[in-house]
């Protein structure tokens, strides 16, 4: 079946440091990919999405770039502020299904 | 509008109480879903109506009973809860419930639910 799987967190980095957030997935076919941002006691927000091989999201300083041939979709912020600290959720939608990854916390002091 | 609304916001219920939670989209999305997520971990299937029918029920206890009055509605009927279904409840709306690729689901805020 579907699965996502994300880098272990809780990542903790400094104001305006780089930010990568691994994800890789296992799919029949050719899912579409996406992030979700999930801030304390909300529900989720799409972050960003890619619907085939190559294509890469963007939203808010926010890339990922769809790898069919690492079957990867890493989440990268070359700044990350304190306000970009939430819970970061990989995902893909393979058919009529979404599959969510495990989220990946991530926390950025001033 | 693309907004996806529930209430209550934060629900405390003992174990022999019926309550309902609800969720409202008007955005013309015809399939709804209910997710439950538990603290530190990733949203979980329960149901998904499309077109105002339930289409997925991801073996769900029945003191869980999901309720779609309209196209813009959902309900999720709750009596005889157990404590360990505390848990976060999100509502979740897309356009429609296929294969096309572009799909996205939009979320609520969620309701926080404790079962004491």
């Known amino acids: 079946g579907n699965s996502v799987t994300q880098m272990e967190g809780p990542v903790t980095l400094s104001e305006e440091a780089f930010l990568t957030i691994n994800c890789t997935y296992t799919?029949?076919?050719?899912?579409?990919l996406f992030w979700y941002v999930q801030y304390p006691g909300e529900g989720l927000q799409l972050l960003l999405k890619?619907?085939?091989?190559?294509d890469k999201g963007s939203n808010k300083g926010f890339e990922a770039t769809y790898r069919k041939e690492t079957t990867s979709f890493h989440l990268e912020k070359g700044s990350v502020q304190v306000s970009d600290s939430a819970v970061y959720f990989c995902?893909?939608?393979?058919?009529?299904?979404?599959?969510f990854g495990p989220g990946t916390r991530l926390s950025v002091l001033p | 509008d693309t907004e996806v609304t529930q209430t209550p916001k934060h629900l405390v219920m003992g174990m022999t109480n019926k309550k309902s939670l609800k969720c409202e989209q008007h955005?013309?999305?015809?399939?709804m879903y209910w997710y439950k997520q538990k603290a530190k971990k990733p949203p979980e299937l329960m149901f998904v109506?499309?077109?105002?029918?339930?289409?997925i029920n991801e073996s769900v206890p029945s003191r869980f009973s999901p309720e779609c009055p309209n196209s813009s509605l959902l309900n999720l009927h709750l009596h005889a809860l157990q404590p360990e279904d505390s848990a976060l409840y999100l509502c979740?709306?897309?356009?429609?419930?296929?294969?096309?690729?572009?799909?996205?689901?939009?979320f609520g805020s969620g309701t926080q639910l404790s079962v004491l």
């Open positions: 979740a709306s897309s356009q429609e419930l296929g294969t096309a690729t572009n799909e996205k689901l939009f």
């Open positions: 799919a029949t076919g050719y899912p579409s």
């Open positions: 890619a619907t085939k091989a190559d």
């Open positions: 995902a893909l939608k393979g058919g009529q299904n979404f599959v």
């Open positions: 955005m013309g999305h015809r399939a």
């Open positions: 109506y499309s077109y105002e029918k339930l289409s």
